[in-house]
T-cell receptor, first 110, second 110 residues
Framework: SQTIHQWPATLVQPVGSPLSLECTVE??????LYWYRQAAGRGLQLLFYSVGIGQISSEVPQNLSASRPQDRQFILSSKKLLLSDSGFYLCAWSVMVEQYFGPGTRLTVT | KQEVTQIPAALSVPEGENLVLNCSFT??????LQWFRQDPGKGLTSLLLIQSSQREQTSGRLNASLDKSSGRSTLYIAASQPGDSATYLC?????????FGTGTRLQVFP
């Protein structure tokens, strides 16, 4: 069966510090991968998606970036965090149509 | 631009009631519609996926319908239980991407 992992589960970082969140998927090949952010009181916002290794599409302009170094690994990064980057970050995967989500990372920028 | 709206934003019902959650979308040219459940501080759990050619899907006490022409979907929960308490999100699929509504927060009290 397929499993999706995200780490860390929670993170508190000062403004201006770098960020690296990791997502890995097990039990499937060549999935589409997604990064979403859920800010307090707001819906899920698609940040990035990838249909293959090295292929990244950005949905919104921001100081975040994403990379897909391996088929089942998706990384969200920032060089310098802003207060507005705080939120709940969710990774998801799909092969056919249905999307499946990871447990999320709660990021607080102080 | 596709917009997804969910009404009501919050709902509190006694155990045993049948209830309906509503989702509307502005662009009827969708590929599919997916309903999710999110418990506080957790990731999303997929409940039902309706392809654009389908009119409804059922899983246990849950039934989701889709009317593309009117831009509406409903999630029907039969015989609600306290364990159904969560936020329910609908998402409209356009090719590889989902566009989410802001959710309905459901509380079922004993």
């Amino acid at each position: 069966s397929q499993t999706i992992h995200q780490w860390p589960a929670t993170l508190v970082q000062p403004v201006g510090s770098p960020l690296s969140l990791e997502c890995t998927v097990e039990g499937t090949s060549n999935p589409n991968l997604y990064w979403y952010r859920q800010a307090a009181g707001r819906g899920l916002q698609l940040l990035f998606y990838s249909v293959g290794i090295g292929q990244i599409s950005s949905e919104v302009p921001q100081n975040l970036s994403a990379s897909r170094p391996q088929d089942r690994q998706f990384i969200l990064s920032s060089k310098k965090l802003l207060l507005s980057d705080s939120g709940f970050y969710l990774c998801a995967w799909s092969v056919m149509v249905e999307q499946y989500f990871g447990p999320g990372t709660r990021l607080t920028v102080t | 631009k596709q917009e997804v709206t969910q009404i009501p934003a919050a709902l509190s019902v006694p155990e045993g009631e049948n209830l309906v959650l509503n989702c509307s979308f502005t662009d009827s040219a969708i590929y599919n519609l997916q309903w999710f459940r999110q418990d506080p501080g957790k990731g999303l759990t997929s409940l039902l996926l309706i392809q654009s050619s389908q009119r409804e899907q059922t899983s246990g006490r849950l039934n989701a319908s889709l009317d593309k022409s009117s831009g509406r979907s409903t999630l029907y929960i039969a015989a609600s239980q306290p364990g159904d308490s969560a936020t329910y999100l609908c998402a409209v699929g356009n090719t590889d991407k989902l566009i989410f509504g802001t959710g309905t927060r459901l509380q079922v009290f004993p």
